[in-house]
């Protein structure tokens, strides 16, 4: 595991002082004085040099505006490294200065970009550079590189969240920062180790992908029912236009007929120019048949006028008898003898109704249009059942392109779902549930764990009003409730009221956080953590301690103890800001409590005004 503490704090002034704070190893490092000194902006100056993107918690009147560069050197592992930061005043930059020796130079340059740094700070804290958040967020993306600068979260309390009701954090309204610990808490208490970690992550990835293809083949399946409607009206058109003789049943025999109609179109032939010359062949014999049927039609009114001739011609039969008497001539009897033929073909006509003149020839005429117009009206129906093109080559041709367009697009939405189904990846996606699945186990009793550790502290730390509960954390809500021993009554933790109580839930948190890192030597998260002010509680607006500061005394001697306990652990550093008085923790025989410089009283802050400002603690 590596163990990572701070070395120094350094401030390039811009009145030509380098401002040096030394702290010490394995001790409660102690910056003290009055307020308005300065020694709040510590935590974010050491946040800052760590590479946070802002400078945010620096006071830019007080600090910021009186500094050029903020420096930090830090070991890990035993070996120092030094980098140094632009103030915001002096020009934000995506550069820094960074010495892997741990070199202090007399002014920083610009020697390394952000980006790279990270990387190396990244490997200093033990990050696999595979290693990746499982799943996103509102914040965060899925799949995002793992930072060191998730687990520095569990090294910071500044004054106002360690007496919070309603968060354990810093920073709890930056979403992003929030977010980042909910996807590395786990890992954060060793409930996930890299291989777990890089399983949860590939397994994450590997569902992810199996979500977007499901999404695919799904939209895939719309898109096939979308396109079985076009195929139907696609093969009702070919058969309107008489190139296939029938519709297939099946949609795949559909997708058949069409393909090859593509590949093999039909040629059309002079269809249209066929079918008006049969209509008006039909429509010919129907009219001249009209005609005939009309003469047919006719038969007794030329009857009729016979009669009316034989009648007209009755006063012949006089004449015939009487001819010598009447037309004494032999021309007179020659033109009636002719007249009484007539008279007596015009009887036997009237006697006889079949001998109608050019009936029998008319009716056959008749007759053989009727079956003229019956052939060619079954041609014209035997073409209609066949369905050829009915309509001008261009129609057709037409239906054709648009038939080969919207077969080419299908087969393009086609192959990448023959390529999705190849990538089968269940099978994966079970062996990594299996890995994650068994370290649910390990979760819940880490989680137990932490619970424990966090209920020891409590033991020296009690609460005010709450003697007997027990405290659990929720990885939720990311607080920590408490719960009577009968589990009847819970107390929601913005509920618990009391400053004091707020600040040992606090404490008692970040202690067990860290002693499960050391003791499980999980190697992200870094060997320190930076109080401000946990004194809060027990001092009136005066700066005068009130009547519960030995409530404040267990904290300290806590702070004390915790290590010297991680001594046999690789060691632990605190940074604690403060303005209590040195004297009142050398009274507690607190032997690891190390004052840093001396007291920031009057003139005397952070930022040193002169030289004459220089002084040994």
């Known amino acids: ?28 490092n102690v910056i003290t004085g009055d307020s308005g000194k300065g020694k709040s902006s510590i935590l974010y100056i050491i946040d800052y040099c760590l590479l946070a993107s802002e400078t945010t918690g620096i006071s830019k009147t007080n600090i910021d505006s009186k500094v050029d560069w903020y420096g930090i050197k830090i070991s890990v592992d035993g070996k120092e490294i030094a980098i140094a930061r632009p103030s915001e005043g002096n020009g934000a930059t995506d550069q820094a200065y960074f010495s892997e020796d741990g070199i202090i130079p007399p002014l920083p340059v610009l020697n390394v970009r952000i980006d790279n740094l990270k990387k190396v700070l990244s490997g200093a804290f033990g990050i696999d550079t595979e290693l990746r958040v499982p799943y996103g967020g509102k914040y965060i993306q899925a799949g995002s590189k793992v930072s060191f600068r998730n687990f520095l979260a569990y090294s910071y309390q500044d004054q106002s969240a360690i007496v919070a009701p309603d968060h354990l954090y810093i920073r709890p309204t930056v979403g992003r920062y929030q977010e980042a610990i909910e996807r590395t808490f786990r890992m954060a208490i060793g409930a996930e180790n890299v291989d777990t970690a890089l399983s949860r992550s590939r397994l994450a990835e590997l569902e992810r992908k199996k979500a977007i293809q499901a999404r695919k083949n799904d939209s895939y399946a719309r898109s096939v029912n979308a396109f079985a409607e076009e195929v139907a009206e696609l093969t009702s058109e070919a058969h309107s236009l008489g190139v296939i003789e029938r519709i297939p049943e099946s949609y795949e025999d559909r997708i058949v007929a069409l393909r090859e109609l593509v590949q093999a179109p039909t040629i059309p032939n002079d269809h249209k120019q066929e079918v008006e010359r049969i209509e008006s062949e039909i429509f010919r014999l129907t009219a001249k048949n009209r005609q005939l049927q009309a003469f047919i039609d006719g038969k007794p009114a030329y009857s009729s006028a016979l009669k009316d001739t034989e009648d007209a011609l009755k006063p012949v039969n006089v004449f015939n008898s009487q001819s010598e008497n009447i037309f004494p001539s032999r021309l007179a009897n020659e033109v009636i003898a002719r007249l009484q033929r007539e008279l007596s073909e015009i009887k036997s006509a009237l006697r006889s109704r079949k001998s109608f003149p050019f009936l029998d020839e008319v009716k056959d005429i008749h007759t053989q249009n009727e079956n003229k117009i019956q052939t060619l009206r079954e041609e014209l129906a035997s073409m209609e059942t066949r369905r050829p093109i009915r309509y001008n080559p261009n129609v057709y041709y037409r239906y054709l392109g648009r038939l080969e367009a919207k077969l ?14 190849k990538d089968d990846l269940d099978d994966s996606i079970a062996d990594l549930q299996r890995i994650v699945g068994q370290n649910e186990e390990k979760s819940d009793l880490t989680k137990q764990e932490l619970n424990r550790l966090i209920n020891k502290r409590l033991v020296k730390l009690p609460l005010k009003g709450y003697n007997n509960f027990s405290a659990f954390f929720s990885e939720k809500e990311k607080l920590i409730h408490l719960h009577s021993p009968d589990f009847a009554t819970v107390e929601k933790m913005p509920d618990v009221g009391s400053a004091s109580n707020y600040l040992y839930l606090h404490v008692s948190y970040f202690l067990a956080i860290h002693e499960i890192a050391k003791t499980r030597q999980i190697p992200w998260v870094p060997s320190f953590l930076v109080l401000d002010q946990v004194s809060t509680p027990y001092f009136a607006s005066d700066g005068k301690p009130n009547d519960d500061i030995r409530s404040l005394d267990k904290v300290l001697m806590e702070l004390n103890q915790f290590v010297i306990d991680m001594d046999k652990h690789g060691g632990f550093q605190i940074i604690l800001l403060e303005h209590i008085g040195k004297e009142h923790w050398t009274s507690l025989n607190l032997d690891r409590f190390h004052l840093v410089d001396r007291e920031l009283r009057d003139s005397y802050g952070l930022i040193l005004e002169g030289a004459g400002d220089i002084s040994p603690a």
């Open 1 to 28: 595991m590596s163990k990572i503490q701070i070395s120094s704090v350094i401030l390039w002034q811009k009145n030509g002082i380098k401002r040096t704070l030394d702290f010490l190893q394995n001790r409660v």
């Open 408 to 421: 080419d697009v299908y087969r393009q939405d086609e192959a990448p779902l023959v390529q999705a189904t």
